[in-house]
């Protein structure tokens, strides 16, 4: 994974550990923790909650922020590609 600006990357690995289509993805990560993927449709909306169990090696915050990152470009793509 790399930011859109360049300024840093990371290898980012995962193994799916559960797939239910259209319902939820479990995951887990090449360092061992675990997100969880959720995602739940109301007509034409849909709510997407991810659940992770943080790492230690960055703060909680800036995982936040990484993660809420992905959602909101999951967001954009998802919209775009009606």
Known sequence: MEAEDGSFSFDFAEVYEEIVPN??????IADGHKANITYCSDGDAMMVTEKFEAEKQNAIAL???GWQANLVDFKRN?????
Request: hydrophobic share 20%; net charge negative.
């Open 78 to 82: 998802a919209e775009e590609n009606k």
């Open 63 to 65: 995982q936040q922020q």
């Open 23 to 28: 319902e939820n993805l479990v995951y887990s």
